[in-house]
Structures are given as structure tokens and as C-alpha cells.
T-cell receptor, first 109, second 117 residues
Framework: GQNIDQPTEMTATEGAIVQINCTYQ??????LFWYQQHAGEAPTFLSY??LDGLEEKGRFSSFLSRSKGYSYLLLKELQMKDSASYLC??????????WGAGTKLIIKP | GAVVSQHPSWVICKSGTSVKIECRSL??????MFWYRQFPKQSLMLMAT?????????EQGVEKDKFLINHASLTLSTLTVTSAHPEDSSFYIC?????????????FGPGTRLTVT
């Protein structure tokens, strides 16, 4: 079966760095997405990785290792507004998005 | 660019009635749209894939006669929840794929919160 695993909840301090991990097992791979979702709102796109390595975009970076079926989202200089759920999703061989359950990130002052 | 809108943003209806939710791509043409449902503290669950001009493809376990999807134009897909029951109360989100983007990135609408009383 297809499976995406990510921690249910994480807590971090304002100004610090946090890494949210995602491991996956899917039938085929056409890229991995990270989305941010604030409570009661729709997800917003953060990043897309299809090749191994680190993609940096401002305070957010995303890493992919296809051989390990592993990705992480790195958030630097955390701000209170970063409190949200972070969803990992993998596009399988049929170009369908397989979603993780999301990681709720709590930022404390 | 790549803005997706949904209407209404929230709706309350009585059990047994039908509710229609609209999903529009505002600045691009979307040949493919997706309908998701999300229960509290859970991830997105794909309900169906909506293709312009053809029948929707429903995920396993989703009743096609209960959740009617129509994708009559390149900018509009509708989801009708027929004979709604309280267990249909959920957050319904549509998304659209931008056809000329190689990343197959999906843009999401703001969601519709349905409450069935």
C-alpha cells in the first residue's frame, strides 16, 4: 500500500529552527510537495522536490532523498505566524497526490 | 496568478436537503479539478477527480450518486451533496492543476465548511 508518515505534532520556540520529517512508500514517484495549512483554511503551496537535494526558499527549505524515501521541511527564524499544520504529499506514478496526515507545529514565545 | 475560488465559504443546511458548492479557476483554465474532504484534525481525503467535459473519477468508498460532480466548463466545477446527513458535515476543498506548469502543482480554493443539522 501507499503510506506517508510524519509526526503528529511538534513544538518549537519563536526564533528557533525546526525540522519536520516525512517518510513515504508509494507506487512510483513524481515529486514531493509540502503545504502549509492554517486552522480552518485551505492548504497553501510551500515547496516541490523531484530531485535529491535541498531546495531553499527564504526561511523555508525542503530536502529530498529518493533512495531513502525521505524528506524534511526546515523552518528557520520561527515566527508565531508559522504555527500551522504542515502537510507532506507525494505524487505517485498516476500523478495522484498521496497526503500525509500533517504535522501540527506549535510555536511558543 | 493561479487563483481558485470557492462558493459558498460556509453553509448550514437541514438533513435531507442538497447543497451545491462551486469551484472556479479565476485566471487560468483548469482541465482537471480535484475535490477533497477534510474532517477535523485529519488530512485531506481525495473524493474525486473532475475532468472538463467528461465524468468524474471517484475514489473508492465515495458514493457517486450522493456527491454529484459536474465540470461543465474549463473554469467551473461543482460538487452537489445530495440528501445531506449530519455525517456529511466537513470541510470541502477543491483544487485545480495549472496545465502549463510542469510541477503538477495544485492550487487550492479557500474551502467550504458544510454543517448539516
Amino acid at each position: 500500500g501507499q503510506n506517508i508518515d510524519q509526526p503528529t505534532e511538534m513544538t518549537a520556540t519563536e526564533g528557533a529552527i525546526v525540522q519536520i520529517n516525512c517518510t513515504y512508500q508509494t507506487s512510483g514517484f513524481n515529486g514531493l510537495f509540502w503545504y502549509q495549512q492554517h486552522a480552518g483554511e485551505a492548504p497553501t503551496f510551500l515547496s516541490y522536490n523531484v530531485l535529491d537535494g535541498l531546495e531553499e526558499k527564504g526561511r523555508f527549505s525542503s530536502f529530498l532523498s529518493r533512495s531513502k524515501g525521505y524528506s524534511y521541511l526546515l523552518l528557520k527564524e520561527l515566527q508565531m505566524k508559522d504555527s500551522a499544520s504542515y502537510l507532506c504529499a507525494v505524487m505517485d506514478s498516476n500523478y495522484q497526490l498521496i497526503w500525509g496526515a500533517g504535522t501540527k507545529l506549535i510555536i511558543k514565545p | 496568478g493561479a487563483v481558485v475560488s470557492q462558493h459558498p465559504s460556509w453553509v448550514i443546511c437541514k438533513s435531507g436537503t442538497s447543497v451545491k458548492i462551486e469551484c472556479r479557476s479565476l485566471d487560468f483554465q483548469a482541465t482537471t479539478m480535484f475535490w477533497y474532504r477534510q474532517f477535523p484534525k485529519q488530512s485531506l481525503m481525495l473524493m474525486a477527480t473532475s475532468n472538463e467535459g467528461s465524468k468524474a473519477t471517484y475514489e473508492q468508498g465515495v458514493e457517486k450518486d450522493k456527491f454529484l460532480i459536474n465540470h461543465a466548463s474549463l473554469t467551473l466545477s461543482t460538487l452537489t451533496v445530495t440528501s445531506a446527513h449530519p455525517e456529511d458535515s466537513s470541510f470541502y476543498i477543491c483544487s485545480a492543476r495549472v496545465p502549463d506548469r510542469t510541477a503538477y502543482e495544485q492550487y487550492f480554493g479557500p474551502g467550504t465548511r458544510l454543517t448539516v443539522t
